[in-house]
């Protein structure tokens, strides 16, 4: 008799823990992943969702992947089986995970692509993410208007860095840019030295600075000995991080003349900012990771309360179009910095060196 009535406590305690996702506290699971800690931009992103799902009620499972792929496609499958009711992914490699998230259907687990959309797979419920291909037509049209393309007498010389061809964003970000400036490039205004012009060729594994620098320092190296760089378009600040390393070299080291490259970013990282004060870095654009993380956690918000989740727009992952919500990039400058990243509280002034 006492088996059978510890028995039906224990499938009791069982069957909350799974409805629960969290025993003994009633809250609902949400398991989040983010691909690494090595890039300023997730820390951030992971640590703000954290707050701000704990703030609704929810427990949190955040992991970060290490840029490992199969490390996170393990984390994720851990995440389904210890219960969680939403996924919020943002993925290393954009198809890598398709069997964590075929677990994820057949348990009815609803998962929210977060910035990098999740591709090839048809259980992919959500995508939450800023209009990546407008970060990359607000670095083109920077580069277009710095160099007012549309009155000088121009050539000017130009090269591009763009991101990890891993992430679907980065093909966004780089077609964005590439678009606007085109018609320079094909009526001889703008002039790639050299021939660098397609994704494939100008891809960063990674996103790694150190590769960047490896890369520019190769084309400074071969092509521009006798020439001046009037501008580089890089996709994001890690990137361009490592181009400003390279041209330090050339710029500074070597004592050469010349006026400094237009260079763009994007992410705000504290590096960047700090090139830009600097003037070493023209521009960047700012995603608020705070603003995407509030929509985030409004999505998990009302997918659990069984509630219409607001879209904006759909994107195409090859195998459905996934409802998606597009939150808006913002263009900053070194004289932005203090209304965009000190006044709204992103960063302290001291975080900046100001």
Do not use: H
């Not at 069982?14 to 300023?40: E, H, I, N, R, Y």
């Not at 002039?191 to 620098?213: H, I, L, M, R, Y």
């Not at 760089?229 to 890089?234: T, V």
């Not at 490592?242 to 504290?270: F, H, K, M």
Request: charged share 20%; hydrophobic share 35%.
């Amino acid at each position: 008799m006492l088996k059978k009535i510890l028995g039906t406590i224990l499938c009791a305690t069982m069957a909350f823990v799974a409805f629960t996702g969290c025993a003994g506290s009633g809250k609902k699971k949400v398991g989040v992943s983010m691909p690494t800690k090595d890039l300023q931009r997730w820390n951030q992103d992971g640590d703000y969702m954290k707050q701000k799902f704990e703030a609704a009620g929810f427990e949190v499972d955040l992991q970060y992947a290490g840029n490992k792929a199969d490390t996170q496609l393990s984390q994720v499958e851990n995440m389904i089986n210890s219960g969680c009711k939403v996924l919020v992914i943002a993925a290393i490699e954009s198809s890598s995970l398709g069997t964590a998230l075929d677990k994820a259907a057949a348990k009815k687990i609803p998962v929210i692509a977060y910035d990098r959309l999740l591709m090839d797979n048809e259980n992919v419920s959500y995508y939450a993410t800023f209009d990546n291909y407008k970060v990359g037509q607000i670095q083109g049209n920077f580069v277009k208007e710095k160099l007012d393309l549309d009155n000088a007498a121009g050539p000017f010389n130009i090269e591009f860095t763009a991101g990890d061809p891993g992430d679907n964003n980065a093909g966004f970000f780089f077609n964005g840019a590439y678009d606007v400036l085109k018609p320079y490039i094909d009526s001889g205004k703008l002039v790639v030295v050299s021939g660098q012009k397609d994704f494939a060729s100008v891809a960063t594994p990674e996103w790694s600075t150190a590769t960047a620098q490896s890369r520019a320092e190769n084309i400074i190296g071969s092509n521009y000995a006798d020439k001046n760089i009037d501008a580089w378009l890089c996709s994001n600040d890690s990137t361009a991080q490592g181009v400003v390393n390279a041209l330090d070299a050339r710029y500074n080291s070597e004592g050469r003349g010349g006026q400094w490259p237009v260079v763009t970013g994007q992410d705000c990282d504290i590096v960047s900012v700090k090139n830009m004060i600097a003037g070493k870095q023209t521009m960047s654009v700012f995603k608020d990771t705070r603003t995407l993380a509030e929509r985030t956690v409004t999505m998990v918000n009302q997918i659990l309360n069984n509630q219409t989740v607001e879209t904006n727009n759909t994107y195409n992952n090859n195998k459905k179009e996934v409802p998606s919500y597009l939150c808006d990039p913002v263009f900053a400058d070194k004289d932005s910095i203090q209304k965009i990243l000190i006044d709204s509280g992103y960063y302290k002034a001291s975080d900046l060196g100001m």
